[in-house]
């Protein structure tokens, strides 16, 4: 099986950062591509960024100059730093990767648990 976990999430004031972590660990062969997703109280959960294996990017509109996807040198890792946040980002950031396990290759999506990003105004 495959785990994703997320981390560093909290309290923060607008305009301040915050920096995920997302490591995925289990029967992995290769991860094709992680991102982040986010749903907030009422919404539907949307995507905030994506990367991709061979290092390409994607962040929805919102994003766009303010956060920065990035994956570690083990390639099972990936960050999501957020810098100048307001407080229509608050909402609870989820990880998602898509993993070629090892047991049967074969490729599908994995979800981490979550974690609360709220940005106080």
Known sequence: QVQLVESGGGLVQAGGSLRLSCAASGSI???N???WYRQAPGKQRELVAAITGGGST????SVKGRFTISRG???NTVYLQMNSLKPEDTAVYYCKGIVVVTTTLGSGEYWGQGTQVTVSS
């Not at 994607?58 to 509109?61: F, K």
């Open 29 to 31: 062969f290769s991860i």
């Open 33 to 35: 591509a992680m991102g």
């Open 58 to 61: 994607n962040y929805a509109d």
């Open 73 to 75: 040198n083990a390639k």
